[in-house]
């Protein structure tokens, strides 16, 4: 079974592979308030050590969070495949947005930025397609086929659809609502920010999934990020046609899938 980079998506598995797959690679995930990596078994998803998580207060250019990454390679002493996933549109190499980080993240080539960081190639891809492919591989979705929308709530929020094995980076957190972002109404960012009842984002988050049913049709819904830990305090408030489910990885999956990303895209 492999994995591979395709135009329309990334597919998780596909028969007939003649290469051994990496077995271990390092997975960062760079988020809104933090950077966060650990080394991952690429055959079972589990983390390998305590994973490393460096604040990140103050916003960082491009050039700071390859040096902070490089910090995380050099504490776990790193020399197999690293994979990096990014919150915002990963083409290519290049970042076209970046709606939670510095601005000069916008059109900057990161994967070059990061190959000269950490002196070897690194396979980046968008935050929520490496939690897509975590859950969809090892977690609430594994073994599952069906149309499947995983959206992970924290600082923005993240979206990918998975169907037959492909995992689609989406951006479903930017769908207009009252001239805004959704995102600025269901992270779980504003929840905080805005000392909201579970029960009112709940509803406001319920009022999200209604109107992301009626374009997608998912079979099932994966709600990911820090915020399914504590699912059993708004799934409740959420009635959604297609089976809902909270993420198994919590706010891991994005280390977990980055490694998946980085090991497959040795091959
Ligand atoms: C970005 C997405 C990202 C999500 C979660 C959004 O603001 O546009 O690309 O996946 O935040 O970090």
Redesign the pocket.
Known sequence: MRTAATEAGIAIERAGSFAAPDMKALGIDIGGSAVKGAPVDTRTGRLLAERIRIATPVQLSPLQMGRTIAKIVAEFKWRGPIGVGF???VYGSKIL?S??LHPKFLGCDMGTILSKALHRRVALL???AAAGLAEMKFGAGRGFAGKTLLL?L?????SVLAYHGTVVPC?F??LPHEGKSY?KFVAASVREREGLTWKKWGKRLDNYLSVLEQILWPQLIIIGGGVSAKHEKFFPCLKTRARLRPAEFFNQAGIVGAALWAAESKR
């Open positions: 919150p915002g549109v947005t709606a939670n968008n935050d929520a992970t924290g600082t923005g929020v993240g951006e957190g930017h995102e």
